[in-house]
């Protein structure tokens, strides 16, 4: 009886609470069934690809470690306190990005004000699991200044926060979003008109910005029975005087180098550096990969993303940003002056751009 008591309590749990979000409507589902990457059940990636972190590759005593080293970190595996940068987002210049920790940057171009996945919570449907590092001080959303557009490009917990979402709804201008995550948004009282979903090479302006919504190799679900339902992505945003590439979450693909080429490359890139792991590489990439894809996209400026936030692998916190540093050193060393590539390592809620990015290596301090 216990456990019929404890399924039904976890199966409520899933059905009532709206962090799991909602099932696309009827209008969104029409568009859906239209995508050349929809097979009629769960959308594909563009490559063959292992589509989850869960299914991880090896034995049960490997699987076990696995699940040890999440359970019981080793010591020095994440940071006892994060130094940040006091945010000071309203003063915001054209120009200028913040980087708020994982995948989250805020940045401003021609007088629109641009948020990339923002992420303030844990990352995770249990409360209590899945918390940020600490942080001082810690970046709050009552810091963030009115919002053009968010970006959202995959419905994932770390990626998609139903607590930020509701909170910042009231000062947001639009939501860009894949195919079938409208209806999460919907859920959590953000206004339909302010909502806008996309397939893949889709794209709309705002301000003489255009924005398109570009592959990645990844997977989505926020339960247990919608895996792959919604679409997951990247973005491309093409501003009159500067060029933005957010890779959001995926492994290695060589549509890298064919977004590159379609853009004729970017002015920066923020690309995904961090929650990896040999296993589950077909759907994150390694450091190395990392830094390939920004030489694929033809950044000028990588700045490392998805790590320093939440511990959701195995590696130590440093690591990511380590091992691509090393990778880029490699590529410019063998690499003509005008072909090389800046590495961008801003404190958390350091105000920064293109012109003057800083390169320190706080994480030692």
Same mark, same amino acid.
């Given at each position: ?73 080793? /010591?020095?595996?994440?940071?006892? /306190? ?32 641009? *948020? ?97 919504? @570009? ?22 945003? *093409? ?17 890298? /180098? ?9 002015? *920066? ?65 063998? @690499? ?30």
């Amino acid at each position: 009886m216990l456990i019929v008591g404890l399924v039904l309590v976890i199966v409520l749990y899933v059905n009532l609470h709206p962090t799991f979000g909602d099932s696309p409507s009827d209008e969104s589902m029409a568009k859906i069934k239209k995508s050349s990457h929809f097979d009629g059940v769960h959308f594909q990636n563009l490559v063959k690809t292992q589509a989850s972190t869960v299914r991880i590759k090896g034995d049960k005593s490997d699987k076990w470690k696995l699940f040890k080293n999440f359970l019981f970190p080793p /010591k020095g595996k994440n940071p006892e /306190k994060i130094i940040t940068q006091k945010l000071n987002a309203k003063s915001l210049k054209n120009g200028e990005f913040i980087w708020l920790g994982h995948s989250t940057v805020l940045f401003k171009t021609d007088s629109t004000t641009i *948020i990339t996945d923002p992420v303030f919570h844990n990352a995770s449907p249990v409360p209590f699991t899945v918390q940020p590092f600490k942080m001082s001080p810690k970046p709050t959303m009552d810091d963030l200044p009115f919002i053009d557009a968010v970006l959202i490009s995959h419905d994932h917990y770390d990626h998609l926060d139903y607590k930020a979402i509701k909170t910042l709804k009231a000062k947001v201008g639009h939501f860009y979003v894949p195919l079938g995550v409208k209806a999460h948004l919907l859920r959590w009282g953000v206004a339909e008109n302010k909502i806008s979903e996309y397939d893949w090479y889709e794209e709309t302006t705002i301000n003489n910005i255009k924005l398109v919504f @570009t592959p990645s190799r990844h997977f989505s679900g926020r339960g247990v029975l919608n895996h792959r339902k919604t679409l997951w992505g990247s973005w491309a945003v *093409i501003a009159p005087k500067m060029k933005v590439y957010f890779s959001g979450d995926g492994g290695y693909s060589p549509e890298f /180098k064919k977004i590159g080429q379609k853009f004729d490359g970017f002015d *920066i890139a923020f690309i995904e550096d961090g929650a990896y792991n040999k296993r589950w590489k077909e759907v994150h990439m390694l450091p190395e990969q990392s830094a390939q894809a920004g030489i694929d996209v033809g950044a000028k400026v990588i700045l490392p993303i998805h790590w320093a936030k939440f511990d959701l692998s195995t590696h130590q916190w440093t690591e990511p940003v380590q091992r691509i540093k090393k990778a880029l050193k490699q590529h410019n060393d063998t @690499t003509a002056k005008e072909q090389q590539i800046q590495l961008a390592t801003p404190r958390i809620g350091e105000i920064f751009s293109l012109e003057s990015f800083p390169r320190l290596e706080w994480w030692t301090e």
